[in-house]
């Protein structure tokens, strides 16, 4: 009987080693963040450009001086150079100083967009070593195209021209038009209540209507990416205008007569709002819409429809305002809830983005031609809407009796707009207060 012969086969195996450590990399590393796109309003309102500059020295060595320097090409950046003493092995260092400055006649002679290359250069100064460089690109804009909510938001209040010579043609068109209502010609903003508001809103609509704008369309996606801006004169002397051109149209005259304006972002879309109220939102950019329909509920605020100026057959003040709610209302309910935000101009003054410089040289009175264009007809002039008038729209008078300062107080205290501070609470290391929820 055959006895089954096993065998047994040891096989070797190889113990893992582990893997040998990176070797430390031959040069330190720059972090750099800047602005993606630049141009003359951001030169004129001093925005900052470099919002984050760091070196870290991974390698094994150690520096007693390196310098960094900018550079750009084509010159938009102002050449600038900063000093680190002492680096060590594995040390992080970030530079408080981003103050970089831009070439501002550069920027107000771009006619057309371009990209200029920035690089950021590390040298050992003992040695004269180059350690490292950092280059990127950026968008360099025309003077007069906005950047679009990818870049800064409320850098559209710069091409809010108040003082554009075209601006006070329209103004004075709208005193005629309310000294032929029987109204007062003055414009004089927020003296009177709500109802002399509208009436010189309404005024200068029928003021730009007289105008017979046409209308051209925006470049795709300029909500995100900007677009080149019509500013008041080329509007009104080309006749032609986007969307965000009678936006910033209707901007500049509501601000020009001292009343508040505000532009409101949606997808693929700008229009105007203003206050009804000497208020504002707070904020110069909001995005709360909720809280801009309450507003709208509360006769605190109006919104209309811009490009209704360029229609055929021009339509009434109110229902341009019916037009801009019904905007409003449409992009909070649809599917992709189109709405952006608001930029509030009065809040962007405040925060100093102040109007671009005109520097387009107009005729004197005496060189125009004496024969002028047919104005288009006036839209029906209508009498303002009933407007509830809040007592705390006006400047408070001094409480006279502990009575009246109390219910002063209560009324501060149970006001739900941005003017509770209890409620808009600015972000500072001092008032901010930062939860960790694990």
């Given at each position: 009987?055959?006895?089954e012969?096993t065998?047994?086969?040891?096989?070797?195996?190889?113990?893992?080693?582990?893997?040998?450590?990176?070797a430390?990399?031959?040069?330190?590393?720059?972090?750099?963040?800047?602005?993606d796109?630049?141009n003359?309003?951001?030169?004129e309102?001093?925005?900052?450009v470099?919002?984050?500059?760091?070196?870290?020295?991974?390698?094994?060595?150690?520096?007693?001086?390196?310098?960094?320097?900018?550079?750009?090409?084509?010159?938009?950046?102002?050449?600038?150079?900063?000093?680190?003493?002492q680096?060590?092995?594995?040390?992080?260092?970030?530079?408080?100083?981003?103050?970089?400055?831009?070439?501002?006649?550069f920027?107000?002679?771009?006619?057309?967009?371009?990209?200029?290359?920035?690089?950021?250069l590390?040298?050992?100064?003992?040695?004269?070593e180059?350690?490292?460089?950092?280059t990127?690109d950026?968008?360099?804009?025309?003077?007069?195209e906005?950047?679009?909510?990818?870049?800064?938001?409320?850098?559209?209040a710069?091409?809010?021209?108040?003082n554009?010579p075209?601006?006070a043609?329209i103004?004075?068109?709208a005193?005629?038009?309310l000294?032929?209502?029987?109204l007062?010609?003055?414009?004089?903003?927020y003296?009177g209540?709500?109802?002399?508001?509208?009436?010189?809103?309404?005024?200068?609509?029928c003021?730009?209507?007289?105008?017979?704008?046409?209308?051209?369309?925006?470049?795709?996606?300029?909500?995100?990416?900007g677009q080149?801006?019509?500013?008041?004169?080329q509007?009104?002397?080309?006749?032609?205008?986007?969307?965000?051109d009678?936006?910033v149209?209707?901007?500049?005259?509501?601000?020009?007569?001292g009343?508040r304006?505000?532009?409101?972002?949606?997808?693929?879309?700008a229009?105007?709002?203003?206050?009804l109220?000497?208020?504002?939102?707070?904020?110069?950019?909001?995005?709360?819409?909720?809280?801009?329909?309450?507003?709208?509920?509360?006769q605190?605020?109006?919104?209309?429809?811009?490009?209704?100026v360029?229609a055929g057959r021009?339509?009434?003040?109110?229902?341009a305002?019916e037009?801009?709610?019904?905007?409003?209302?449409?992009?909070?309910?649809?599917?992709?809830?189109?709405?952006?935000?608001?930029?509030?101009?009065?809040?962007a003054?405040?925060?100093r983005?102040?109007p671009?410089?005109?520097?387009?040289?107009?005729?004197?009175?005496?060189?125009?031609?004496?024969?002028?264009?047919?104005?288009a007809?006036?839209?029906?002039?209508?009498?303002?809407?009933?407007?509830r008038?809040?007592?705390?729209?006006?400047?408070?008078?001094?409480?006279?009796?502990?009575?009246d300062?109390?219910?002063?107080?209560?009324?501060?205290?149970?006001?739900?707009s941005?003017?509770?501070?209890?409620?808009n609470?600015?972000r500072?290391d001092?008032?901010?207060?930062?939860?960790?929820?694990?």
């Amino acid at each position: 009987m055959d006895l089954e012969h096993t065998e047994e086969v040891s096989i070797a195996t190889e113990t893992p080693q582990p893997d040998p450590a990176p070797a430390p990399p031959a040069s330190p590393v720059l972090k750099v963040s800047l602005q993606d796109a630049l141009n003359a309003s951001l030169w004129e309102n001093s925005v900052p450009v470099l919002l984050e500059l760091a070196l870290q020295n991974e390698t094994d060595r150690s520096f007693s001086q390196i310098d960094l320097t900018v550079s750009s090409e084509p010159p938009v950046i102002r050449p600038r150079a900063w000093h680190l003493q002492q680096v060590e092995p594995g040390q992080f260092r970030t530079l408080k100083d981003l103050d970089l400055k831009l070439d501002g006649a550069f920027l107000s002679s771009q006619t057309e967009a371009s990209r200029a290359s920035v690089t950021f250069l590390a040298t050992d100064k003992e040695t004269g070593e180059e350690l490292t460089r950092h280059t990127t690109d950026v968008r360099v804009l025309a003077r007069n195209e906005w950047g679009g909510l990818s870049g800064i938001p409320d850098i559209l209040a710069a091409f809010v021209l108040p003082n554009d010579p075209a601006i006070a043609r329209i103004l004075r068109s709208a005193t005629e038009i309310l000294k032929k209502e029987g109204l007062s010609p003055s414009l004089e903003g927020y003296q009177g209540n709500k109802e002399r508001v509208w009436q010189q809103a309404q005024a200068i609509w029928c003021a730009v209507c007289q105008l017979d704008l046409a209308y051209i369309n925006p470049p795709a996606s300029f909500i995100d990416h900007g677009q080149r801006v019509r500013l008041p004169s080329q509007s009104v002397e080309e006749r032609l205008a986007t969307c965000l051109d009678t936006t910033v149209l209707f901007a500049a005259c509501l601000e020009a007569v001292g009343i508040r304006p505000i532009i409101v972002l949606t997808q693929g879309h700008a229009f105007t709002g203003f206050w009804l109220a000497k208020l504002d939102a707070g904020v110069s950019v909001m995005q709360d819409l909720p809280a801009l329909r309450n507003r709208l509920k509360l006769q605190d605020l109006a919104v209309f429809e811009t490009t209704l100026v360029t229609a055929g057959r021009k339509p009434s003040f109110s229902v341009a305002c019916e037009k801009g709610e019904a905007n409003l209302r449409h992009a909070g309910e649809d599917e992709d809830n189109t709405f952006r935000e608001i930029i509030d101009i009065h809040r962007a003054r405040l925060r100093r983005i102040h109007p671009l410089s005109c520097t387009v040289p107009t005729a004197p009175a005496e060189d125009q031609p004496d024969t002028e264009e047919p104005e288009a007809a006036l839209p029906a002039f209508e009498a303002a809407p009933a407007l509830r008038e809040d007592p705390q729209d006006a400047e408070e008078d001094k409480p006279a009796t502990p009575a009246d300062r109390l219910q002063r107080w209560c009324n501060r205290l149970l006001d739900m707009s941005g003017r509770n501070r209890l409620l808009n609470l600015p972000r500072s290391d001092k008032q901010l207060i930062v939860i960790d929820c694990p």
